[in-house]
Antibody, heavy 123, light 107 residues
Framework: EEQLVESGGGLVKPGRSLRLSCVGSGFNFDDYVLHWVRQGPGKGLEWVSGISWDSGRIDYADSVRGRFTISRDNAKNSLYLQMNTLTAEDTGVYYC????????????????WGPGTPVIVSA | DIQMTQSPSSLSASIGDRVTITCRASQTINVYLNWYQQKPGKAPKLLIHSATVLQSGAPSRFSGSESGTEFTLIISSLQPEDFATYYCQQSYNTPFTFGQGTRLDFK
C-alpha cells in the first residue's frame, strides 16, 4: 500500500521558520513528482509546491515563492518543505501528495495524500 | 492562473438522491480535471481523474462528465458515507488550482 506520512508541524511565531518532512513507502519513491498542498482552517485546498523525481523541475505558488523551499532525498524516501518568514496566512494543515508522473506538469492527479501535519503561525 | 468555480458551495440531500456538482474553468483545460472527496478531519481522496475516469476502488455510483470548460460530478444514488466536501482540481498547468469546494450534508 502506498503511504505518505508528514511530520514537523507545530506552533511557530510570525517571522520564524519551520521545516516539514514527509516519508513515503509502498512505492518507488524516486519515480514520482511530489507536492505539498495546504488547507487553511475552514478553507479550501491550495497547491503550494511540486518537485520532479530528480529535483530538476521545481514549481511554487506565488504566495510562497521566495519564502518556501521544496527538496527531496530519494535515498531516504523523504520530501521536505523549508518554510521561512512565516505569517498567519501560512496557518493550516500541510499535506504531502504523490503525483502520477515522474516529471510532467500536465494531465496528472494526486494520489495518495498523507494525513497532514498542522502548522499554526501565531504570536 | 486558471480559476475553478464550483457550484453550489453547499448542498443538502437525502439518501438515494441523485446529486450533481458543477465545476467551471476560466479557460480551456482539455479534460485535465480531477475530483476529490474530503471527510472532516481527513485528507482528500481521489475520486475521478481526467474528467471521467473513476479511480480504482471508488464506488461506481460516482461519475464525471465534461462539456467544454464545464465539468460535472454525479452521484447517482447518495449513500450515508458520501456526505463530505468535494473539490475539483485542474491539472492543465501550474499552479494546480482547486475549486472552493462543495459541502454535501444531510437534509
Amino acid at each position: 500500500e502506498e503511504q505518505l506520512v508528514e511530520s514537523g508541524g507545530g506552533l511557530v511565531k510570525p517571522g520564524r521558520s519551520l521545516r516539514l518532512s514527509c516519508v513515503g513507502s509502498g512505492f518507488n519513491f524516486d519515480d514520482y513528482v511530489l507536492h505539498w498542498v495546504r488547507q487553511g482552517p475552514g478553507k479550501g485546498l491550495e497547491w503550494v509546491s511540486g518537485i520532479s523525481w530528480d529535483s530538476g523541475r521545481i514549481d511554487y505558488a506565488d504566495s510562497v515563492r521566495g519564502r518556501f523551499t521544496i527538496s527531496r532525498d530519494n535515498a531516504k524516501n523523504s520530501l521536505y518543505l523549508q518554510m521561512n518568514t512565516l505569517t498567519a496566512e501560512d496557518t493550516g494543515v500541510y499535506y504531502c501528495v504523490k503525483d502520477r508522473l515522474a516529471a510532467g506538469i500536465k494531465d496528472t492527479w494526486f494520489d495518495p495524500w498523507g494525513p497532514g501535519t498542522p502548522v499554526i503561525v501565531s504570536a | 492562473d486558471i480559476q475553478m468555480t464550483q457550484s453550489p458551495s453547499s448542498l443538502s440531500a437525502s439518501i438515494g438522491d441523485r446529486v450533481t456538482i458543477t465545476c467551471r474553468a476560466s479557460q480551456t483545460i482539455n479534460v485535465y480535471l480531477n475530483w476529490y472527496q474530503q471527510k472532516p478531519g481527513k485528507a482528500p481522496k481521489l475520486l475521478i481523474h481526467s474528467a471521467t475516469v473513476l479511480q480504482s476502488g471508488a464506488p461506481s455510483r460516482f461519475s464525471g462528465s465534461e462539456s467544454g470548460t464545464e465539468f460535472t460530478l454525479i452521484i447517482s444514488s447518495l449513500q450515508p458515507e458520501d456526505f463530505a466536501t468535494y473539490y475539483c482540481q485542474q491539472s492543465y498547468n501550474t499552479p494546480f488550482t482547486f475549486g472552493q469546494g462543495t459541502r454535501l450534508d444531510f437534509k
